[in-house]
């Protein structure tokens, strides 16, 4: 290992491969690291989870933080994807951000989100059935991406919209293309165009999906939200459709990359799979497991709100910083053993979800998702086949998880 440390960026193709030997440097020798794209890194578990929670850093000024990627005369918000990122509540500041948040908590409550455990069962296993009867070969396009939709469709009540798995691979494309615009940096002109055109595909798809439960109610997030629109709180049409493609990407892009990462680490380590064949009840730890030791997002960004300092280091207001989830959640002054994959419980939690007021409103339901899909994988399927060398990573720093990851299941016991 070099002295010298490169400075962060986000486009280095070692660092897409694998980002944890860079991240170690930063842990142990630049905590605070200056990007010379114009921005602070922090990796260390106790200042990571610092500058997600505490106050004095927050979103600050949307288009100066999308222009420090660009340039000034960029025009952040003549870009539909941009424009759609400017008005998600997890981009806003309280009271926005309060007002925006508690509308669509109360869906995603515990109790609520216990009461889906049955259905989500079901559909693992109608997916991993279906997954094995028809001989896919791609676990990530065609189990790890469909069944978190299946589930955010439901909880949308979007069924009739997206009957088909066409369909739902049509919005699993839109989201996957117009997410990039969370990542870390400039796009290139082609992927902001793509993500413009499909951030207006998937306008156009919801508000048909308002409009028809404008006109038939039922008993779906989606009819609380347009009924919300009428009420006291009062959500404009664009919060609507913002807060509503919002919840569906970020329902499933995510949770998707934690089931495929998962797959992938126990093709890498068969000892801890077979570990979890001898005792199910390990299932819980387990998607912990995954989502400390490779987070399907990597990291969050956070504006200093006023002058603020980092062990001496002094950050200005209107600065940004980058914690690196990913990175605090291999630091040894955290955990033990950090490097090593072992799906038994740990003490500490991961900081995969951030933490604060915009901690993830979505963790309890990606965990359950996951608890589910490991016990029908393990019960229905055990001696699955996971290809982890023929594994082809997507080329994203942010949200890290595979294009091609190929899996055979085996038969049905
Ligand atoms: C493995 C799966 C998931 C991971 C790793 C993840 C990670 C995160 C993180 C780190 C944040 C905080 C971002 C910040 O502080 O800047 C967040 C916020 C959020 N997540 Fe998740 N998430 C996952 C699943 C979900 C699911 C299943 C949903 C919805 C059903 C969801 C919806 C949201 C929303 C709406 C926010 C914004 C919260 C706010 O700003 O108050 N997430 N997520």
Redesign the pocket.
Known sequence: MSDTIQSFNPLDQALLQNPYPYFHKLLEKDPIHWSELGFWVVTRYEDARRV?IDKHFG?GDFIRNIQLFYDDDFDVLAHPAYAWLSR?????DPPD?TR??SL??GA?SLKRIRAMEPRIRELAREHLDRYAQEGHENFITEFAYLF?TM??CD?LGMHDQAATPDDLRKLNQAIADTFPVFETRALSVEELDLADRQMKFLIDFFDGLFEQRRREPADDLTTALVQAQEGEDSLSPEELST?VI???G??????A??IGNGMYLFGKHPEQRERLAKAPSLAASAVEE??RYE???QA???TALVDEEIHGQRIKTGERIL?I?AAANRDPRHFDNPDRFDIGPREQKP?????????????E???L??RVFLDELFSRYPDFQVDSERARLRPAFLFRGFEYLPVELGDLV
């Open positions: 997600v979103q998600v509540f997890v981009m806003q951000h925006l948040r669509v908590a995603l978190p589930i955010m909880m807060s919002g919840l569906f970020a329902g499933f892009e995510t949770t990359h934690m995954f989502l987070s399907s997002l969050t960004y956070r914690a989830l900081l995969t979800f951030g933490g604060g007021i915009h901690y993830c409103v979505g963790a339901l990606a965990r998702e996951g």
